[in-house]
């Protein structure tokens, strides 16, 4: 395989909320494929790119012209041309985010020539529910997913349960507030864990995002608890998060999903 060359652009830059940024990146003078919503695409940055000011230091590279590369999940639609929309968050003692922190709108990087991962909806029956659950960067697929699937209106259900330490870091949090307001199928459930440290205050759900399963908070939304017959259930984030809400899923009858072996519960770890 030939040197790794930045073959896409920087559009846009979006500071989402400190540490967090939303990223569109466009192929150059090339078309990005067709990818299911829940992929992720790979991005990379050679060694010698310079890093955000707020990352840890780090020794001066061995190979200045290494390419860094990493995965992320594709937060745009599949219906979308043209750019992809990425969701990130500073890993300050990381490699390759503090350099994509430090990129500004026109900067390029490199683009993976194809998407990637299968925590896609392809093995959701549609008369299936959907319930998302995610923390921090872990709604990037959902969005996709959501800008992608969601028919307003439609008898398919969706919801999102979404959980961050403080309200700021709930991505996407506008977006899918007006959602809720315009799709009466889809509910969106935010939390925080910590609820002290707003600067206003908090007047939503407060604790883990497992909470809002374990206390009914959903099938009050729904006028009926979810069940193995009738939804299945994405988890994305933290690994912590994961293997509770699995052992709770789990005891109510539902089976993590593998091709061989379906089941309602799919799963995708963010490190």
């Known amino acids: 395989m030939g040197k790794l060359e930045p073959n896409a652009i920087l559009t846009r830059r979006i ?54 590369r990493r995965a992320y999940s594709i937060a745009s639609s599949s219906l979308e041309r043209g750019e992809l929309e990425l969701y990130v968050t500073l890993v300050r003692s990381g490699e390759l985010t503090p350099r994509l922190f430090a990129l500004s709108p026109g900067d390029r990087l490199w683009l993976g020539p194809k ?15 959907v319930v998302l659950v995610g923390t921090g960067t872990g709604l990037a697929p959902y969005m996709s997913m959501l800008r992608t699937e969601l028919a307003c209106g439609g008898p398919q259900r969706f919801a ?17 507030i007006t959602m809720a307001r315009l799709c009466p199928n889809f509910t969106y459930l935010p939390t925080v864990s910590r609820p ?23 099938a009050r939304a729904w006028g009926s608890k979810p069940t193995p017959a009738d939804t299945h259930v994405f988890l994305c984030g933290n690994p912590a998060m994961i293997d509770d809400m699995t052992l709770l899923l789990e005891r109510e009858g539902f089976r993590e999903h593998a091709p061989r072996q379906p089941g309602e519960i799919h799963v995708e770890r963010y490190w």
């Not at 992720?40 to 050679?46: D, E, I, K, Q, S």
């Not at 790119?49 to 390419?67: C, G, I, K, N, T």
Request: charged share 20%; no cysteine; hydrophobic share 40%.
């Open 15 to 68: 500071e989402a909320a400190p540490g967090l940024v939303i990223l569109r990146v466009a192929p150059d003078g090339w078309t990005y494929p067709q990818f299911r919503p829940g992929q992720f695409a790979v991005l990379g940055l050679p060694a010698r790119a310079p890093r955000v000011a707020l990352s840890d230091p780090e020794p001066a590279p061995e190979d200045p012209d290494r390419m860094i």
């Open 115 to 129: 998407p990637a991962g299968m925590f896609t909806l392809r093995d959701v029956p549609p008369e299936r529910h």
């Open 160 to 176: 999102v349960l979404a959980g961050a330490r403080h309200s700021w870091d709930l991505g996407y949090s506008a977006e899918l």
């Open 196 to 218: 002290d440290a707003e600067p206003a205050p908090w007047g939503g759900a407060t604790g883990y995002v497992q909470a809002l399963w374990t206390d009914g908070a959903l």
